[in-house]
């Protein structure tokens, strides 16, 4: 079965620091990966996804992941961030083609920036 | 146009009740998802299904039972609600097509069962 680990699990930044968040996973075959992002009191919203080429991938509001197959990542990365990127993140892996092509998340990472 | 819609927002409730929830998508999607967010935050899938039919049944109580008049429908039924259910409930709907795709989340049912 496959796991989603996200190691950090609370990160406190300043504003304009910049932002790595880490997320490993363990399956062996073909993946598509995920970073949501959820912001207090509000749902899920995609930030970036990975299917297949170039592994690094760029998504909305300046994030940026980079998948790196050898280690099993998906690590998320944003330059400089900003009090308004204060949220929960979630890491997410599909097993590609399994049955019901259901995403398994991680436990989340809460990020606060300070102004 | 919202394109996955839950209802309600928020249900507050007593032990031992029945309760739904519902869940409507105008995306066109061809499979839809149950998951329940515990007070940690946890994301887990619950269930799955697609046209109708019941793909995936994680290990849930079964009180717990979805429901899905049509593709565009799936409604969480939860009988006997007990402290532990309380949680938040997302529906998704994803394509169902086959091959990689991205699922879409409603914003949420906050359950508190006292």
């Known amino acids: 079965a496959q796991s989603v680990s996200q190691h950090n699990h609370h990160v406190i930044l300043s504003e304009a620091a910049s932002l790595e968040l880490g997320c490993n996973y363990s399956?062996?075959?073909?993946?598509?990966l995920f970073w949501y992002v959820q912001y207090p009191g509000q749902h899920l919203q995609l930030l970036l996804k990975?299917?297949?080429?170039?592994?690094l991938v760029k998504g909305i509001k300046g994030f940026e992941a980079e998948f790196i197959k050898s280690k099993f990542s998906f690590n998320l990365r944003k330059p400089s961030v900003q009090w308004s990127d204060t949220a929960e993140y979630f890491c997410?892996?599909?097993?590609?083609?399994?049955?019901?092509?259901?995403?398994?998340f991680g436990g989340g990472t809460r990020l606060m920036v300070k102004p | 146009d919202t394109a996955v819609s839950q209802t309600p927002k928020y249900l507050v409730t007593q032990m031992g009740n029945d309760k739904s929830i519902k869940c409507e998508q105008n995306?066109?999607?061809?499979?839809m998802y149950w998951y329940k967010q515990d007070s940690k935050k946890f994301l887990k899938i619950m269930f799955s299904?697609?046209?109708?039919?019941?793909?995936i049944n994680e290990t849930v109580p079964n009180r717990f039972s979805p429901k899905s008049p049509d593709k565009a429908h799936l409604n969480l039924h939860i009988n006997s609600l007990e402290l532990g259910d309380s949680a938040v409930y997302f529906c998704?709907?994803?394509?169902?097509?086959?091959?990689?795709?991205?699922?879409?989340f409603g914003p949420g049912t906050r359950l508190t069962v006292l």
């Open positions: 998704a709907s994803r394509s169902g097509t086959g091959g990689p795709d991205t699922q879409y």
């Open positions: 399956y062996g075959g073909t993946v598509n």
């Open positions: 990975y299917f297949s080429g170039d592994p």
């Open positions: 997410a892996v599909n097993a590609y083609n399994n049955a019901g092509n259901m995403l398994t």
């Open positions: 995306l066109g999607h061809d499979t």
């Open positions: 299904y697609n046209n109708k039919e019941l793909i």
